[in-house]
């Protein structure tokens, strides 16, 4: 039984970390865009993760628990290793601040061990069909957002020339369109497009806390089930009841240490306003979920960033603070390496 208690903490514990770090991902927005205080956000968006979670993470689930590596490979001991590896890795870039993907650690975490176990025993474990082409949908996720978040700004901006809240905003607005900025001003048109933006910017972003449910922690929930179903006990073997656990685990990180990454993309990255917010949300949550429905764990945060870039290659006058990209870049891309040579050498010397 002690292995099945040392899996579910490895599995609570990851999913703390996963809600303390992708809590950026859902909540910044609404806060940076200065609609709900971060306690408001959590409210709202756990309700839509959880819904997310439970319902739409099937697809998924299947993928990490099977669709990666064959089903032998990840017993109890190679689940244990794949989450307190990708657990720590989450944690530490938690505290330096980083935003990362705990749906591609965990896919590293698990191709690493399958490379070890397939080299040791001379044989091959590893789907590499499924593997190539999840490889390929990360490098083109980001780029999708990218486009998809250009073209919708470009859409919107169509109808809705003006971005508004902020004084620079004001400001440009003011000078480049002065007397349709003074009319609308002054007879509450600008005032109430700001007001239905902002609800339409709450519902976005409810609809990537969907996404993150769907795919994130679904991914958390698959590695803990697949560790579980060969060997453990009967009662542990129920994916609802591993699904609550996870969840459990995610709203404690979120509740507890969700603040030290929840106003970085909102602050550091870009400035927002409900305009910018609901188009960087509502691009990323569409490419996440249709991923999610084809059973592939995306990298959240470079959609993310994807759909922030498209969204600034887009402004007339750009807000994007390139110098916090620098730190994002050097997560994304250490990420994969690090966490399945790690996880690999540990399965190697087990």
């Known amino acids: 039984m002690l292995p099945e208690i040392i899996l579910i903490m490895a599995g609570i514990y990851l999913a703390w970390s ?3 770090n ?22 709202f ?18 993928t990490i628990q099977s669709g990666l590596v064959q089903n032998e490979v990840i017993t109890i001991k190679e689940a244990i290793i794949a989450l307190l590896i990708t657990a720590i890795w989450v944690h530490f870039s938690t505290w330096k601040k980083w935003p990362v993907s705990t749906g591609q650690a965990i896919v590293s975490a698990i191709f690493g061990i399958g490379l070890a176990q397939s080299l040791s025993q001379n044989t091959n474990f590893i789907h590499w069909e499924k593997i190539l082409s999840l490889t390929i949908v990360w490098l083109l996720s980001p780029l999708i957002g990218f486009l998809v978040s250009w073209l919708s700004f470009k859409l919107m901006h ?9 004084l620079s905003d004001k400001l440009f607005d003011l000078i480049t369109h002065p007397f349709r900025t003074i009319i609308e001003w002054f007879s509450g048109k600008l005032k ?16 990537l806390a969907l996404a993150l449910g769907a795919n994130t922690v679904a991914s958390t ?3 803990v089930y697949s560790g579980i179903i060969l ?12 699904k609550l656990i996870v969840l459990g685990g995610v709203i404690l990180g979120i509740v507890t240490y969700g603040h030290r990454l929840g106003d970085f993309l909102a602050t550091s990255l870009i400035k927002l306003n409900p305009l910018r917010g609901f188009i960087i949300q509502s691009s990323t949550a569409t490419i996440i979920l249709i991923a999610s429905a084809f059973g592939y764990p995306l990298s959240i945060t ?16 750009t807000h994007l603070k390139f110098k916090a990209i620098q730190n994002l870049q050097f997560a994304f891309l250490v990420t994969m390496p690090l966490v399945a040579v790690t996880s690999g050498i540990i399965e190697w010397l087990t």
């Open 18 to 20: 996963l809600g303390a």
């Open 158 to 166: 169509t109808f809705v020339r003006h971005r508004h809240l902020y």
């Open 231 to 242: 060997s453990g006990p009967q009662f542990l073997n129920n994916l609802w009841l591993i």
């Open 302 to 317: 470079g959609v993310f960033i994807g759909s922030f870039l498209g969204l600034n290659h887009g402004e007339t006058h």
């Open 221 to 223: 929930t698959g590695l």
């Open 192 to 207: 109430r497009r700001e007001m239905i933006f902002k609800g339409i910017l709450l519902i976005s972003s409810g609809y």
């Open 22 to 43: 992708d809590t950026a991902n859902i909540v910044s927005t609404a806060i940076g865009a200065k609609i709900l205080s971060f306690r408001q956000a959590l409210t």
């Open 45 to 62: 968006l756990l309700i839509c993760l959880i819904l997310g979670a439970l319902f739409f993470s099937k697809e998924i689930i299947t």
